[in-house]
């Protein structure tokens, strides 16, 4: 029997989830129909979209994974169930880093401003720097599902079933979920370094503007400071869900605390619902679409009211 607090937390997960599924949503439909329009696909566009798709079945598979661990724990006790799920978790989990990297990436090389040689290269060549993206995720792929194997195979072995119920040390656990999670790592670590040259391009930026008496708040520097906005956000966002899946895996090894895994999995679900709604306040294509919405969901709803009056 749950708890009124452990009711609340879950209610307040399966909201945040359902938010995260419409607003990834509609940043993947708004890209669709103008890719349809232009009869192309831009490169922000397939990246928007990538992350939105990416983010919309991590969503799923978090709380789906969350509510039958807290609801019919023993559906992992039998099948491969559990094998399904982590192995999904993993694909979802680093393409959705990894699209958010690489959106980090093409901010940085379609803003900044500097004049070193690299920089450059790197500029007139962004479409092969997401494609070495694309192998890095691969290849982290690669080394990330012998972990999870290793894993399942070890809770079999010592507890007699697939549970999610693990009995490991804990400091040979910790090491295998930091194994497990290095890709991301690394690929959060780039975003960290891109933002961090951002605040450098800005600063010199600002810097030449006052040096020749212009005003501050040019294209460029708005630029800056959307790409900014972005990056930050989702960086703080990113270290709420690192939390969350802290709190999680921390919960592998003390079972009987379910207030404390369901306080997880809301903190986890923050970032992939919140980060969604930055992205299309943050963008002028999606902020429009998002305000003409809107406008017909209020002209339709007035239309009832009148057409109830009558």
Request: charged fraction near 15%; glycine fraction near 6%; charge should be positive.
């Amino acid at each position: 029997m749950l708890s009124i607090l452990e009711g609340l937390f879950i209610f307040i997960a399966v909201s945040e989830s359902i938010l995260g599924v419409l607003g990834n949503g509609f940043i993947g439909l708004v890209n669709c129909i103008d890719c349809v329009k232009n009869k192309k696909f831009s490169m922000i566009g397939f990246i928007l979209t990538g992350l939105a798709t990416s983010r919309i079945c991590l969503i799923l598979i978090i709380i789906t994974d969350g509510l039958i661990k807290i609801f019919f724990p023993d559906m992992y006790s039998s099948g491969n169930l559990i094998d399904y799920i982590s192995y999904l978790w993993v694909i979802f989990n680093q393409s959705s880093i990894w699209f958010a990297t690489s959106l980090s990436v093409f901010y940085f090389l379609k803003i900044a401003n500097f004049s070193h040689h690299i920089f450059l290269w790197l500029k007139g060549r962004i479409n092969r720097v997401l494609h070495l993206l694309m192998g890095s995720l691969f290849i982290s792929w690669l080394f990330t599902f012998p972990q999870i194997v290793e894993i399942i195979n070890e809770s079999r072995m010592k507890s007699g079933n697939a549970t999610w119920n693990l009995h490991m040390q804990r400091s040979k656990f910790f090491t295998k979920q930091i194994l497990l999670n290095l890709g991301v790592i690394l690929l959060f670590t780039l975003c960290l370094i891109t933002c961090f040259l951002l605040i450098i391009s800005l600063w010199r930026h600002n810097r030449h503007m006052q040096l020749n008496v212009t005003g501050p708040r040019d294209p460029s520097t708005e630029a800056h400071v959307k790409a900014m906005k972005v990056l930050i956000s989702f960086i703080i966002l990113f270290i709420l869900y690192f939390i969350g899946i802290a709190i999680e895996i921390s919960c592998f090894t003390l079972p009987e605390n379910k207030l404390l895994f369901i306080f997880g999995m809301v903190t986890t679900v923050i970032y992939p619902w919140g980060h969604s709604f930055i992205l299309i306040l943050g963008n002028s294509k999606l902020k429009q679409a998002s305000l003409r919405a809107l406008q017909r969901f209020k002209r339709c709803e007035v239309g009832r009211l009148l057409t109830a009056a009558q």
